[in-house]
């Protein structure tokens, strides 16, 4: 099977990472981005180097989806260790693995330590549990892989307590713009439900609670989805099966082929399936459908369990990032609910794209204020924008300090604003190493590249900020430097121009002895990125 290009990338990332020294390594990959395909054919590689390997999971349906890909994808074949079978004595390299069995004493201490070589963790925001533990604990000289969907900044800390560094990420937003997963708009519903009575439990809001909560609504939200769901294919996620169940009946009467699924249900493979075929138009579920299961014709999600973990959420909504087609589906249409919380940490449809709290407040606020639904790239970047505004505005008087500061080597605060890169300015390290301070080759670095390096405190945030150099010199950006001599002078945004334009201006500038020629006005100049302004022509 040929790989999409970030699918090599991903493998090659991993598997670099394993030979760079660190043993415990992440991917991130969005639902629906194929990370099963990847972490297989980096099972195949290991396999081939004659290394045995062992993929946990906490739910057989991700064992069996592990089984079947592996096969069609490698030709290999596996063990299993489950209930009543093992992999001992048997001639395969490859085990899928159930935590469940495989924690137990009795069959874990038949293992000697070094069995296995390479551990792949399917849905690693798990493997922190005391059961995932006491598995990777025993065989604690293999490579382990953990594979997860977006994590947010909490969930990374946490993962970062185990796992040693993020081989590679690809994030909801590049996969779609890269055309391997459909545009997603979201619409939040007028309707306001009350959660403050709701109680946290294992760092997220208590199922029974949110029902309790939910239950007065039901017929109300299943009113509204007439309005929005009445010729998609939806599904719904709700807090408790019983609540799935009711909301399953009260569909039904409000018009909807409406059916539920649940881990009790004896017909659970049928009911997909008739789904999945056009018998149904709404599937309800109590949080069973979140991993392992695919429909891409699901063009519909609601989520009716509020949840304040990221991976979860982007978990729901992943059952409808499917491309389909064949179908006619061109995006996903989420809804969102006017949740009355205190709690300003509970997900919404900006959770899936933003990394700065910032932006994500006032993409949510955009998306509430318009009544209709909103593309969620195109209410990103607009949030971003303003975002940006504000902060440019609150950080002017620091920033023209920084700019007027006698010191030839740039600020990294003024770097990060010039070139609008928020992912840096709000960078919190997750790793251990990442937590250390600048090595010295890092610190040399850049001062090389023009940074002054007493203002970054941890490695983490050097190694970004020097991938990000090393990126911009690549594609010809600007320099720290040229950014500091011209916006010292006044101008703006220069982190966004090219290497060329900004050393044509500084070239006229010196000509000018050092002085900017009357005909510019900083202030006001600009350079979109890939358009040369009619006042830089002949240059």
């Not at 590689?45 to 739910?59: E, K, P, S, T, Y």
């Not at 890909?69 to 992999?87: F, H, R």
């Not at 101008?491 to 121009?497: D, P, Q």
């Amino acid at each position: 099977m040929e790989l999409r290009p970030y699918q090599s990338e991903a493998r090659l990332a991993v598997e670099n990472d394993w030979e760079s020294g660190y043993p415990r390594t992440l991917l991130v990959l969005p639902t629906g981005c194929g990370k099963t395909i990847v972490f297989c054919k980096i099972i195949e590689d290991q396999v081939r180097l004659g290394r045995r390997a062992l993929i946990l999971a906490h739910r057989g349906e991700l064992l069996e989806q592990a089984a079947d890909k592996l096969a069609q994808t490698t030709g290999l074949g596996c063990a299993v260790e489950k209930a009543e079978e093992s992999c001992l004595g048997s001639w395969f390299r490859v085990t899928v693995g159930s935590v469940q069995s495989m924690t137990r004493e009795t069959r874990l201490s038949r293992f000697k330590e070094n069995y296995f070589d390479v551990i792949v963790v399917d849905e690693a925001h798990h493997c922190l549990t005391d059961s995932y533990q006491r598995v990777l604990t025993h065989f604690d000289g293999a490579r382990v892989l953990g594979v997860t969907a977006t994590p947010d900044r909490s969930d990374m800390k946490n993962l970062g307590q185990y796992f040693d560094h993020l081989a590679y990420e690809y994030t909801l937003p590049r996969a779609i713009k890269e055309g391997y997963l459909c545009p997603i708009k979201a619409v939040t519903i007028p309707l306001t439900l009350d959660l403050s009575g709701v109680g946290v439990q294992a760092g997220d809001f208590k199922s029974s609670d949110i029902d309790t909560a939910l239950d007065p609504y039901l017929f109300q939200i299943a009113e509204e989805m007439k309005n929005y769901c009445a010729d998609r294919k939806t599904v719904v996620f709700l807090p408790l099966v019983r609540t799935s169940q009711k909301f399953r009946d009260i569909l039904n009467s409000q018009g909807f082929r409406a059916a539920e699924v649940n881990g009790g249900s004896a017909e659970r493979s049928e009911i997909l399936r008739d789904f999945n075929d056009g018998k149904y138009n709404v599937l309800c579920n109590s949080m069973l459908l979140t991993e392992g299961w695919d429909c891409p014709s699901v063009d519909c999600v609601v989520v009716l369990r509020p949840t304040k973990v990221r991976s979860l959420y982007s978990q729901m909504v992943g059952r409808g990032t499917r491309l389909s087609p064949e179908t006619g589906k061109d995006h996903l249409l989420l809804l969102d609910f006017l949740w009355h919380t205190e709690r300003h940490e509970l997900c919404h449809p900006a959770s899936l794209i933003c990394e700065n709290e910032e932006v994500a407040k006032k993409m949510t606020e955009a998306i509430r204020a318009a009544g209709c639904p909103v593309d969620i790239e195109e209410a990103e970047k607009q949030a971003s924008k303003d975002v940006v505004s504000q902060r440019e505005e609150a950080l002017a008087k620091q920033l023209s300090e920084m700019r007027g500061r006698k010191r030839k080597l740039v600020d990294p605060l003024q770097f990060e604003m010039s070139i609008q890169a928020e992912d840096l300015s709000g960078y919190v390290p997750a790793f251990g190493w990442e937590m250390s301070p600048p090595s010295e080759a890092q610190v040399k670095a850049l001062e090389k590249y023009g940074i002054f390096p007493d203002e970054i405190n941890n490695a983490g945030k050097a190694s970004k900020l020097l991938d990000r150099l090393n990126k911009r010199r690549t594609e010809g950006l600007t320099t720290p430097k040229q950014i500091r001599f011209l916006e010292s002078k006044g101008f703006i945004h220069v982190g966004t121009w090219q290497f060329s334009d900004a050393k044509n201006m500084i070239d006229r500038i010196a000509a000018n002895n050092w002085r900017v020629p009357s005909d510019v006005l900083p202030a006001a100049f600009y350079i979109p990125p890939g358009l040369r302004p009619l006042n830089m022509r002949g240059a």
